[in-house]
């Protein structure tokens, strides 16, 4: 199946003003992070993976936003709210008119926060942000270039080689201190929207080094603050939430 690659970089000096910094602690030691995944989505062949993006970052630990409680008319399921989330931010996007493929990581934020899923966002401008926002916060939605060489992550393992081929919209789920898959280098979880046969049921890490360079590319990192309309979650599930490896 062609996938196609629509993320769209388009950095608005705006977002400076919001850094994650600015809501961490301190940076604290690493340590092992692995947020529990929604279900595993699949965008097939259409060119929505902000829309997506943003839905499996909603439906991920540790607040879950109940898709039923949005108090806006919009569908109820993961696949068509993402489709929703995806031709909604197209038409509040940096780009004219709406007859193209693609849209920002920024578009995608600000219709979430137009359904109160999202009481506030911020930017990480550094990997070294978007690790320390994964062990404090949560997940962080991506949106970055993606090379032929990514199309595939066999054995759970992402790599960044050859050609530049387009952009695409991704959620980072965990950080791993020593990945085995790196020869004990640290790296990042992705959890894709490419259904469960892309590499491990739809997940895979990539290195630290890699996502590093990615970011530098004009990468967008966003770091999202919920809001009530969320699954209270009880104290198992509390727990459950945050795996230490």
Partial sequence: MERKLDWKPRFDEESKNYPVRGILKKRVPRKNVLWVAGPILDQKAEGACVGFGWTAEALAT???VNLKTIPYKVPRTP????RYVYSSAKTIDEYPGEDYEGTSVLAGAKVMQSLSTLASYSWAFSVDDVIDALIQKGPVVLGMNWYDGMYEAPNGVLSVSGDHVGGHCILAIGYT???????GKPSVTLQNSWGKKWGIQ???EISVDDLARLINEQGEACVPSKTAYVKKLTILDKIKSLFVR
């Fill in 177 to 183: 201190v020593a990945s085995d898959k790196f020869g």
């Fill in 62 to 64: 540790p607040f879950v």
């Fill in 202 to 204: 739809g997940i895979a």
């Fill in 79 to 82: 696949q068509p709210f993402a």
